[in-house]
């Protein structure tokens, strides 16, 4: 059952102002008659915990700035020794751009979003979002030249400089965002340009709100819309509002617009456990599916619970603290759309077939046998309407797809994936992996690292596929040639993979810690051949009439 917070009625609001007033007046009062029949000690304690005490109240009724979501603070809560919970991009342009263009166009843009001026204060009870009333362009849009080592391309440089920021914290006295623009790069494509390296804490926005973002700094991108934060008559916003919108509207209204994954039948059960006045309504048929849906969340939960461990592979184990980075040229998107049409597969389950086939090949060349093994990602699933990216925050939750690494056969490997991508559908896990991330916000450190690490220990990689732009996009009049980015991964997941169609192409990254993968362009190099092989034997096929 969800209960629903409703607000008093005018009249009784009315009848208390008074009272409330009175309390307010004489509460001080009562307390330092009290605080001063004290002993010191017991009085300066006292002190102490009246202020970190007021400093929580005030920050949960959002006197002194936004409260933040009780699911981006699990995000911030997030870092560890070995993974950072910063999202990682970079962008190549051509001909390039200068700092002062950029500085420009992020004051023009970029600032209009209300996260990318405040920083973040933390209190007892969670995180707020504070305006930085010192912020400076140039603390967050940086100018820096890349260091080359001897018979080293400037790619590989890019790539190792991604990788050393993957692994530097976000100054926590600033908004919790970066960017190193190198004027002048030159790619292993011979053209003159330059090179853009953002970096953004994972509280601030999920991959999906980012490419909002990021479609606003381009050229001809719109200012994002105007939002007016509901608030009481003081100016505030309300308890009962930030109760509402961070734990119950989740797994209600939000999840009945967005969530594809659970099919018709379970958004209008959901629909109906948010508004069960409706259920009268429906009758038997309502009642049926409302118990589907509640054995499915239940087999989900279980399943989520009780997965087994991964295949122990060289890329599964205890991470370091260095990060390294890699991705491949793009590849045409019709390829891929061609290959899918002929096997009757989706894009997504011929990219992570090639995916799973590259990672298998890896560790056969490092002299390792990966028949029959297979190894667990966690796939993000957005659990938002697109019209709303933009709000930012992070709002999608998790799914864990078993890859078959150890199929050798192409199309076998591409028909496995498939089958194992349908029986995901009409899955809950997606919605339940969000309310852990609600519930760990709610913990202290300790206890969010336990309920967190559920997911490390039985996971190999984090694995993302977002749809980019399909034209090419211009940044202060440079063509942006190339776009990659990475998610962080918890707990101690060392592997990272990013899948991201931009411009007619699609590009393959992965990232990497260095104990357990010291060079993740070995996993790149053998995408392609996986890639060129499937695409052989669809050919062979035999044609229907």
Same mark, same amino acid.
């Given at each position: 059952?969800?209960?629903?917070?409703?607000?008093?009625?005018?009249?009784?609001?009315?009848?208390?102002?008074?009272?409330?007033?009175?309390?307010?007046?004489?509460?001080?009062?009562?307390?330092?008659?009290?605080?001063?029949?004290?002993?010191?000690?017991?009085?300066?304690?006292?002190?102490?915990?009246?202020?970190?005490?007021?400093?929580?109240?005030?920050?949960?009724?959002?006197?002194?700035?936004?409260?933040?979501?009780?699911?981006?603070?699990?995000?911030?809560?997030?870092?560890?020794?070995?993974?950072?919970?910063?999202?990682?991009?970079?962008?190549?342009?051509?001909?390039?751009?200068?700092?002062?263009?950029?500085?420009?166009?992020?004051?023009?843009?970029?600032?209009?979003?209300?996260?990318?001026?405040?920083?973040?204060?933390?209190?007892?009870?969670?995180?707020?979002?504070?305006?930085?009333?010192?912020?400076?362009?140039?603390?967050?849009?940086?100018?820096?030249?890349?260091?080359?080592?001897?018979?080293?391309?400037?790619?590989?440089?890019?790539?190792?400089?991604?990788?050393?920021?993957?692994?530097?914290?976000?100054?926590?006295?600033?908004?919790?965002?970066?960017?190193?623009?190198?004027?002048?790069?030159?790619?292993?494509?011979?053209?003159?340009?330059?090179?853009?390296?953002?970096?953004?804490?994972?509280?601030?926005?999920?991959?999906?709100?980012?490419?909002?973002?990021?479609?606003?700094?381009?050229?001809?991108?719109?200012?994002?819309?105007?939002?007016?934060?509901?608030?009481?008559?003081?100016?505030?916003?309300?308890?009962?509002?930030?109760?509402?919108?961070?734990?119950?509207?989740?797994?209600?209204?939000?999840?009945?617009?967005?969530?594809?994954?659970?099919?018709?039948?379970?958004?209008?059960?959901?629909?109906?456990?948010?508004?069960?006045?409706?259920?009268?309504?429906?009758?038997?048929?309502?009642?049926?599916?409302?118990?589907?849906?509640?054995?499915?969340?239940?087999?989900?939960?279980?399943?989520?619970?009780?997965?087994?461990?991964?295949?122990?592979?060289?890329?599964?184990?205890?991470?370091?603290?260095?990060?390294?980075?890699?991705?491949?040229?793009?590849?045409?998107?019709?390829?891929?759309?061609?290959?899918?049409?002929?096997?009757?597969?989706?894009?997504?389950?011929?990219?992570?077939?090639?995916?799973?086939?590259?990672?298998?090949?890896?560790?056969?060349?490092?002299?390792?046998?990966?028949?029959?093994?297979?190894?667990?990602?966690?796939?993000?699933?957005?659990?938002?309407?697109?019209?709303?990216?933009?709000?930012?925050?992070?709002?999608?939750?998790?799914?864990?797809?078993?890859?078959?690494?150890?199929?050798?056969?192409?199309?076998?490997?591409?028909?496995?994936?498939?089958?194992?991508?349908?029986?995901?559908?009409?899955?809950?896990?997606?919605?339940?992996?969000?309310?852990?991330?609600?519930?760990?916000?709610?913990?202290?450190?300790?206890?969010?690292?336990? *309920?967190?690490?559920?997911?490390?220990?039985?996971?190999?990689?984090?694995?993302?596929?977002?749809?980019?732009?399909?034209?090419?996009?211009? *940044?202060?009049?440079?063509?942006?040639?190339?776009?990659?980015?990475?998610?962080?991964?918890?707990?101690?997941?060392?592997?990272?993979?990013?899948? *991201?169609?931009?411009?007619?192409?699609?590009?393959?990254?992965?990232?990497?810690?260095?104990?357990?993968?010291?060079?993740?362009?070995?996993?790149?190099?053998?995408?392609?051949?996986?890639?060129?092989?499937?695409?052989?034997?669809?050919?062979?096929?035999?044609?229907?009439?």
């Amino acid at each position: 059952m969800v209960t629903r917070i409703s607000s008093p009625p005018a009249s009784a609001a009315q009848g208390a102002a008074p009272t409330l007033r009175k309390v307010r007046t004489q509460a001080p009062d009562v307390a330092r008659r009290a605080a001063q029949a004290l002993p010191p000690a017991a009085r300066n304690a006292a002190t102490v915990v009246q202020k970190n005490m007021r400093r929580a109240a005030t920050g949960m009724l959002g006197l002194s700035g936004e409260r933040m979501s009780k699911v981006d603070t699990a995000w911030l809560r997030m870092d560890s020794r070995s993974n950072l919970m910063m999202i990682n991009g970079v962008w190549t342009l051509s001909p390039g751009i200068t700092w002062d263009a950029l500085c420009e166009r992020v004051q023009q843009r970029l600032l209009q979003y209300p996260r990318f001026r405040q920083r973040v204060v933390e209190d007892a009870a969670g995180a707020t979002w504070v305006e930085d009333r010192n912020f400076d362009i140039a603390a967050h849009v940086l100018r820096e030249k890349l260091p080359r080592r001897a018979g080293h391309s400037m790619q590989r440089a890019l790539q190792d400089r991604v990788g050393e920021l993957a692994m530097r914290p976000l100054d926590t006295r600033r908004p919790l965002w970066q960017m190193h623009l190198i004027e002048d790069f030159v790619g292993d494509d011979g053209q003159p340009g330059s090179a853009l390296i953002v970096r953004i804490h994972h509280c601030i926005a999920d991959g999906i709100a980012l490419i909002s973002v990021t479609m606003s700094l381009v050229d001809g991108g719109l200012e994002p819309p105007k939002r007016k934060p509901r608030a009481d008559k003081d100016g505030a916003a309300t308890t009962e509002d930030w109760i509402a919108d961070a734990l119950i509207k989740p797994f209600t209204d939000m999840t009945v617009k967005a969530l594809d994954l659970a099919g018709d039948g379970a958004a209008k059960s959901f629909k109906m456990l948010s508004d069960p006045e409706k259920i009268m309504h429906h009758g038997l048929a309502g009642t049926m599916d409302m118990a589907r849906v509640a054995y499915q969340l239940m087999s989900d939960a279980a399943a989520l619970a009780l997965m087994p461990d991964d295949s122990p592979t060289r890329l599964k184990g205890q991470p370091g603290s260095a990060k390294r980075v890699a991705w491949c040229p793009p590849i045409p998107l019709e390829e891929v759309k061609a290959i899918g049409k002929a096997l009757n597969c989706s894009i997504n389950d011929v990219l992570l077939s090639c995916v799973a086939g590259a990672i298998g090949g890896y560790l056969r060349s490092q002299g390792d046998d990966p028949s029959g093994q297979e190894i667990r990602a966690m796939i993000p699933v957005n659990l938002r309407p697109m019209e709303e990216a933009w709000k930012l925050g992070n709002r999608f939750g998790l799914v864990p797809l078993v890859l078959p690494i150890g199929m050798a056969n192409p199309v076998e490997r591409v028909y496995e994936v498939r089958k194992r991508m349908n029986a995901l559908k009409g899955s809950t896990q997606p919605i339940l992996a969000f309310a852990m991330l609600a519930v760990a916000g709610l913990m202290i450190k300790p206890a969010q690292d336990a *309920l967190l690490n559920l997911f490390g220990r039985k996971t190999t990689a984090v694995m993302t596929n977002v749809p980019g732009p399909k034209e090419q996009l211009t *940044l202060c009049g440079s063509r942006v040639t190339q776009c990659m980015f990475w998610v962080p991964q918890s707990g101690d997941i060392g592997l990272g993979v990013s899948i *991201l169609s931009y411009g007619g192409g699609v590009q393959f990254g992965v990232i990497t810690d260095t104990t357990l993968c010291p060079e993740p362009q070995q996993i790149i190099d053998a995408f392609a051949p996986e890639f060129d092989q499937l695409s052989l034997l669809t050919l062979m096929l035999p044609w229907g009439d």
